[in-house]
Every structure is written in C-alpha cells, then in structure tokens.
C-alpha cells in the first residue's frame, strides 16, 4: 500500500497454489486479509503522525507497570521488578511488535526461562548463580504479562490484528504445577496448633493467622479489615471482597460467622480504637544503630511475603510439614465446609469464589460430600 506518499509492504503468507502448504490463503482470504491489514498500516501511521510510537511488549509492559503502580505504589513496584527482570531484560522479546506477536513468540520467551525442573543445573554456577524459578512463579509470571499484553491490545486496538487476543491467550496458559497448593489440606487439630504457635511467634501475627485459620481469607482481603468489620453483638467478621480484576465496582463484604473464642482472641485488637481503623496491625520497626532496631509505630499489614519470616518460625513450632505454605488454610477452610454438607454455593460465597471454581478444583470432596447426604437418606430395610 501507499501511504501520504510512503510505499509499505509486508508478506502476509502464501497464495493455495499447486503444491502450496498448509495455511496458504486463497484468494478471497487474501484480499480481506490484504484490506485488514491495511487498515491497521493506516490506523498506526495515524497514531505515529500524533507523536504515539508503535506499540511493543516494552510499552505494554512499562504502561501496565504505571497503572499498577497508581493503584498500589507497593505492589505495582513488586510487579515492576518481576517484569524487568524476567520480561524486560529479554530485548527480543520485549521490542517485539505487538502487531507480530503471535503465541509462538510468547511461548519461545519462556522457553528462555530457567524454570525449575525443566533445566540442568550447572554445578559450575554454584550458590551464587539464579536460581531456577518454579512453576508457580512462572504462572504468576504470566498472569502480569497477559494483563499488560491485553490492556495494550485493548488500548490500541484499531492498529492491532483482531487475532491478538487469542494469541495472547494461548501463550500464556498456565503451566502445569505437580505440587498444586491445595494438595496442602490440614486437619482441624493441626490448624489449631498452627495458630496457637503464631501466637507464642508474635501476637500480631497470631490474630493474622487466626483469621486466615477460622475464615480461608485471603491475605489482601484481611490486610482491608476494619475494627467495626468485627461485629462482636452477632459473631461475626465482614470480610471485605477481593480486589481482582479490573472492575471499578467494589465487591461487597461476606459475612463469616466466628466462635467466641475466636472473638476472645481477636478482642484485644479492636478495643479503645476507632471503627474505621485496620483491625489487623504489626509494629514497624526503625533503625537506631548498624544492627539494633527498635519498634517505632504501628501499620497495617503489607503484602503477603512480608510475613515469610514470622510463617517460617511458626510451622517449625507448630510441626506441621515444612513446606506448608499459608494458602493451605483457605483450601482447608473449602474442603471443611464442602464436608460438613454446605451447598457449593455456600461455600463460594464465604470464600469469595465462584460455584465452578469449587467445582472445578475440589471436585473430589463435592463428590465424597454428595454420598454422605445421599447415604443419609437411604432406605433402611
């Protein structure tokens, strides 16, 4: 095509002539693909005439990082370092078209990734070389790249193939993780004992995890907890909804019975303090000389590494399994209502999920759930 005087040209495949190969356009397919094209040469060298430069996987990258970062200047730098180091730092892959980016390019990225299990390690390297990321940190790898990738394709989708979308998609699917998180299901005795040993860990930490015990919240929904979220007359915590997505409407608040107990314990973190305070604290900690800190105010919770240390202490207390992850809870806190007989909806709903998220990962306790009320209700002769 011919543009305000500039001739461009591109080879968009092969005519279905004798002996062509697979995917060869015919002609009719040619030509809407020809005029598609063109009209997304045309739609760029407007932007680019408007001072906007052509869009890469760097600019989606570093514009989804900018949005981030004005929602949570925390978190969007957290996703910024996961990014850059692992996205970023790939030059071809980061100044890569949007435009020509199709899943093969996406999936050779990652190919370049040293992911644990999938490459040798060389014992040349020794403590000092990278460690090999594990499957799960790739899968949340993904999961900020898609995002930017499709913001930008949504953003500049009058320049962009109609196809982007379903490449996006395909290549970032999830890799498949063995030691899935919710295999970790603890009993109800060794919960207890978890939480009584954060206690004895830290008492600030120990309402952390007593909540995340009684309630399989997840870390963002606790850190947004409020003292008058503890409605203490009816026995019960309002946990706010999750923040995922992209929605701008907020989710509405669940309400989670509690025990007395529980109250009792949580008590000391609500009294004499405002209703619009967060419920759950820590001390924040100065630095008064090179290795001597002292406690310096009290903060909400952060994000959810920031309790590796204090999780670490208390699974060696508790004698749980050393890889016991935090998450655990929530997925024990599924499985023991899937078992007590609540409708799956039910269960969602506390645990701000949807009924084919339950279904689809705890099928398995659905299942086991279904017979004991169907066995119930069997005819005795």
């Known amino acids: 095509m011919v543009a305000e005087g500039h001739r461009i040209e591109e080879k968009l495949g092969s005519a279905d002539d004798d002996g062509a190969p697979a995917g ?6 040619a030509v809407t693909a020809a005029l598609d094209w063109s009209k997304r040469q045309y739609a760029a060298a407007q932007s680019a005439a408007n001072g906007s430069s052509v869009p890469t996987v760097r600019t989606a990258v570093e514009n989804y990082v900018a949005k981030r970062k004005k929602r949570s200047a925390r978190e969007g730098s957290n996703a910024e370092g996961r990014l850059t180091r692992h996205v970023l730092s790939d030059k071809e892959f980061a100044d890569l078209a949007l435009a020509k980016l199709r899943a093969a390019e996406i999936e050779s990225w990652r190919g370049r990734l040293r ?9 040349a390297e020794g403590e000092d070389g990278p460690k090999p990321l594990a499957p799960s940190t790739v899968n949340r790898l993904m999961n900020d790249l898609r995002a930017a990738l499709n913001d930008a394709a949504e953003r500049h989708r009058r320049e ?7 490449e996006i998609k395909v290549g970032t699917r999830a890799m498949s993780v063995t030691d899935d998180a919710r295999k970790q299901l603890l009993s109800d005795e060794q919960i ?6 954060a206690f004895e860990v830290d008492e600030d930490f120990g309402r952390l995890v007593l909540v995340a015990g009684v309630t399989g919240a997840r870390h963002s929904q606790m850190r947004r907890l409020r003292v008058g979220d503890l409605q203490a007359d009816k026995l019960r915590l309002m946990m706010p909804g999750s923040s995922k997505g992209r929605s701008a409407k907020a989710r509405p608040p669940v309400s989670i019975p509690i025990t007395a107990e529980t109250l009792d314990k949580l008590q000391p973190a609500v009294t004499g303090r405002e209703a619009d305070e967060p419920l759950l604290e820590r001390w924040a900690y100065k630095s008064v000389g090179p290795v001597k800190w002292e406690k310096d105010h009290r903060r909400p919770w952060g994000p959810a590494y920031e309790v590796d240390n204090w999780w670490a202490a208390t699974v060696e207390r508790a004698g749980v399994p050393a890889d016991t992850i935090m998450y655990a809870f929530r997925h024990s806190s599924i499985v023991r209502g899937l078992k007590a ?3 799956v909806r039910l269960v969602a709903a506390l645990h701000d999920t949807s009924s084919e998220m339950i279904e689809r990962h705890y099928s398995a306790f659905i299942v086991d759930a279904t017979e004991e009320l169907a066995r119930r209700a069997a005819l005795a002769i």
């Open 24 to 29: 060869a356009l015919t002609y009719r397919t």
């Open 115 to 123: 992911i644990s299990g999938l490459v040798e390690i060389d014992d």
């Open 160 to 166: 962009l193939p109609a196809h982007l979308a379903a």
């Open 192 to 197: 207890r004992s978890t939480i009584n040993a």
């Open 341 to 343: 007989g609540l409708p």
